[in-house]
T-cell receptor, first 116, second 114 residues
Framework: NAGVTQTPKFQVLKTGQSMTLQCAQDMNHNSMYWYRQDPGMGLRLIYYSASEGTTDKGEVPNGYNVSRLNKREFSLRLESAAPSQTSVYFC???????????????FGEGSWLTVV | SQKIEQNSEALNIQEGKTATLTCNYTNYSPAYLQWYRQDPGRGPVFLLLIRENEKEKRKERLKVTFDTTLKQSLFHITASQPADSATYLCALLPGSSNTGKLIFGQGTTLQVKP
């Protein structure tokens, strides 16, 4: 059981280049997320998708776009990379949304992105 | 402003002792609070959830308390082992949220020495 799989694991970009981080989950989860993690800042939500066909901005969406391709896949695109986007990116998924569900989030292993 | 804070200083304890990590929040009314473990180079892994109407939750050597008056959760690891060394993250779901979007603290690193 793979859980949440994200690629690539490591990437170095030049300022202004574009790239897409891919994410797929095999747990039949409805909700998917992209977080970034920076030293001293904790995990910050970039974008969120409650279900196939819907996306919503999180805390730090500027400079990013997302696509919920189907129920399994949720990609994150950097259109014009900037050094401030150097970070570790985590894709995650959960079965349901809302407080009643007790929304446990399952994370991927992370993608280390450096923009020079 | 809304904040969720964990002690940024690493916690160093001796094997066999109880580790206690703190998570404080301001200007939130959480529906529940969760704790995750994160090892270096890996993604966070869910450990425990405690709801707003629960005072305490246990799982094996782990115990979580939730005090909505103090706006604080404590995470305890009893009989700690070197294998417990990791970063521990707390996360809350704002009570007003219907989207499931968790807010995470920055994490506290625990080092258990043999």
């Amino acid at each position: 059981n793979a859980g949440v799989t994200q690629t690539p694991k490591f990437q170095v970009l030049k300022t202004g280049q574009s790239m897409t981080l891919q994410c797929a989950q095999d747990m039949n989860h409805n909700s998917m997320y992209w977080y970034r993690q920076d030293p001293g800042m904790g995990l910050r939500l970039i974008y969120y998708s409650a279900s196939e066909g819907t996306t919503d901005k999180g805390e730090v969406p500027n400079g990013y776009n997302v696509s919920r391709l189907n129920k399994r896949e949720f990609s994150l695109r950097l259109e014009s990379a900037a050094p401030s986007q150097t970070s570790v990116y985590f894709c995650a998924s959960s079965a349901r949304r809302g407080p009643i569900a007790g929304n446990t989030i399952y994370f991927g292993e992370g993608s280390w992105l450096t923009v020079v | 402003s809304q904040k969720i804070e964990q002690n940024s200083e690493a916690l160093n304890i001796q094997e066999g002792k109880t580790a206690t990590l703190t998570c404080n929040y301001t200007n939130y009314s959480p529906a529940y609070l969760q704790w995750y473990r994160q090892d270096p180079g890996r993604g966070p892994v869910f450990l425990l959830l405690i709801r707003e109407n629960e005072k305490e939750k246990r799982k094996e050597r782990l115990k979580v308390t939730f005090d909505t008056t103090l706006k604080q959760s404590l995470f305890h690891i009893t009989a700690s082992q070197p294998a417990d060394s990791a970063t521990y993250l707390c996360a809350l779901l704002p009570g007003s949220s219907n989207t499931g979007k968790l807010i995470f603290g920055q994490g506290t690193t625990l080092q258990v020495k043999p």
